[in-house]
């Protein structure tokens, strides 16, 4: 079964850091570009970074640029989310999903799978 | 990077079609045909149903389809059912080599 499970959310205050983490299953994780998808409570979803299947294409939105960074270990199919100086308008449900095509671009290709989410609350 | 512009609220009745637009401009929708649209249920992950603007995943039924016209892309779900209540975001490519959601549309069914 193809499966993204999402972890490292919780509370932190403004300022701080927190390290999300998504595990992929149930495919070749190195063959695709993967995403990081965030939704505020009660908001539309938000693109924050892609990184294509080998780290060498990586974008970011504007409102994270500089302050978050996006990895992956294709050894242990894994991508991670380093968001460091945290301010409350990161409050949300951050997604990890995989991209759908073979693109070597990180941020071409539509999203066909999505893990559950990690929530992530930034407030003092 | 403004989010793609989508009407909040699209209704319909059983077995009608509604069309849901996206707009952007030439540096995302118009130049690329890398526009995809996502169904999202309340409190679950989207659904991608739309991908390359108009090309349907397997599984997802026929009665979804995508189209683009200039700077606006489009969703039309054909046969409206009560289990296509949800809402529903576009997202587009763009020339920052970056991508971008729209503003999400609710679709109601009478």
């Known amino acids: 079964e193809v499966q993204l499970v999402e972890s490292g959310g919780g509370l932190v205050q403004p300022g701080r850091s927190l390290r999300l983490s998504c595990a992929a299953s149930?495919?070749?994780?190195?063959?695709?570009?993967m995403h990081w998808v965030r939704q505020a409570p009660g908001k539309g979803l938000e693109w924050v970074s892609g990184?294509?299947?080998?780290?060498?294409?990586?974008g970011y939105a504007d409102s994270v640029k500089g302050r978050f960074t996006i990895s992956r270990d294709n050894a242990k199919n894994s991508l991670y989310l380093q968001m460091n100086s945290l301010r409350a308008e990161d409050t949300a449900l951050y997604y990890c999903?995989?991209?759908?095509?073979?693109?070597?671009?990180?941020?071409?290709?539509?999203?066909?799978?999505w893990g559950q989410g990690t929530a992530v609350t930034v407030s003092s | 990077q403004s989010a793609l512009t989508q009407p909040a609220s699209v209704s319909g009745s059983p077995g009608q079609s509604i069309t849901i637009s996206c707009t952007g401009t030439s540096s995302d929708v118009g130049a690329y045909n890398y526009v995809s649209w996502y169904q999202q249920r309340p409190g679950k992950a989207p659904k991608l149903m739309i991908y390359e603007v108009y090309n349907r995943p397997s599984g997802v039924s026929n009665r979804f389809s995508g189209s683009r016209s200039g700077d606006t892309a489009s969703l039309t779900i054909s046969g409206l059912q009560a289990e296509d209540e949800a809402d529903y975001y576009c997202s587009s490519y763009t020339s920052s080599s970056t991508l971008v959601f729209g503003t999400g549309t609710k679709v109601a069914v009478l």
């Open positions: 149930g495919f070749t994780f190195d063959d695709y570009a």
């Open positions: 999903a995989k991209a759908f095509g073979y693109s070597t671009s990180c941020c071409v290709d539509g999203m066909d799978v």
């Open positions: 990184i294509s299947w080998n780290s060498g294409s990586i």
